[in-house]
């Protein structure tokens, strides 16, 4: 055991110093790697039109299980605490079933807590994400005037995320849409590109 346990905790041990230097010396993307990390079911569960402000992450397939914990770095984190509690016990003097429960314990516990981490710190990268199809079914302000029947564009300012923010949009409507209108966002037409039409109350207004 005393084998399994040394190469365990050098190999492990290495490959996270290797990791903390490169990230240290700015040789990857944290947010990058993070994301990349992490089972894909997350990016899934975080790419929604309903988000509210209140980040909602879930794993579909359960993140619970051990299929959506294993990832490069849990896996490296629980080989190296698996490692280094097995090398504590046996040094302590323990039996060798000891030995390998606390390791085992360790490991697990090294999985987990990784993954949990990984997670918390994605949820912080992409609450400060501005997603413009959580714009959608909002009400907005136009602050340039709108070209009737996507005859150009105008600009509209519209709170998403707690964010005052100001798109491009464009409008179906058969009347231009002038600056100070109050419009809701019905799609998004291409990159930062809303499309908007007039609330129900100024329409009804206007006739």
């Known amino acids: 055991m005393t084998t399994i346990f040394l190469v365990c905790a050098v190999v492990g041990g290495t490959i996270l110093a290797f990791q903390f230097v490169?990230?240290?010396?700015?040789?990857?993307?944290?947010?990058?790697?993070?994301?990349?990390?992490?089972?894909?079911?997350?990016?899934?569960?975080?790419?929604?039109d309903a988000f509210d402000g209140d980040l909602n992450v879930s794993d579909s397939h359960g993140s619970t299980t051990m299929f959506g914990v294993l990832s490069f770095k849990t896996v490296?984190?629980?080989?190296?605490?698996f490692g280094i509690a097995g090398m504590a016990?046996?040094?302590?003097?323990?039996?060798?079933?000891?030995?390998?429960?606390?390791?085992?314990?360790?490991?697990?516990?090294a999985l987990y807590g990784v993954y949990y981490l990984l997670r918390s710190v994605y949820r912080l990268a992409q609450?400060?994400?501005?997603?413009?199809?959580?714009?959608?079914?909002?009400?907005?302000?136009?602050?340039?005037?709108?070209?009737?029947?996507?005859?150009?564009?105008?600009?509209?300012?519209?709170?998403?995320?707690?964010?005052?923010?100001?798109?491009a949009a464009v409008t179906?409507?058969?009347?231009k849409l002038s600056s100070g209108a109050k419009v809701v966002v019905?799609?998004?037409?291409?990159?930062?590109?809303?499309?908007?039409?007039?609330?129900?109350?100024?329409?009804?207004?206007?006739v």
């Not at 019905?186 to 206007?206: D, H």
């Open 22 to 48: 490169m990230t240290f010396a700015g040789f990857g993307d944290s947010e990058f790697d993070i994301g990349d990390d992490l089972p894909d079911s997350f990016d899934t569960a975080l790419d929604t």
């Open 76 to 81: 490296v984190a629980a080989m190296t605490f």
């Open 89 to 109: 016990a046996e040094t302590g003097g323990m039996s060798r079933p000891s030995q390998l429960t606390i390791a085992i314990v360790a490991g697990f516990g």
């Open 127 to 167: 609450s400060g994400n501005l997603r413009i199809s959580n714009a959608i079914g909002r009400t907005a302000t136009v602050n340039i005037a709108i070209p009737a029947a996507n005859d150009g564009q105008g600009k509209v300012q519209v709170k998403i995320q707690d964010r005052l923010e100001e798109f």
């Open 172 to 175: 179906t409507a058969a009347e």
């Open 186 to 206: 019905v799609s998004v037409v291409s990159g930062n590109t809303l499309e908007v039409e007039p609330l129900v109350e100024e329409a009804e207004a206007t």
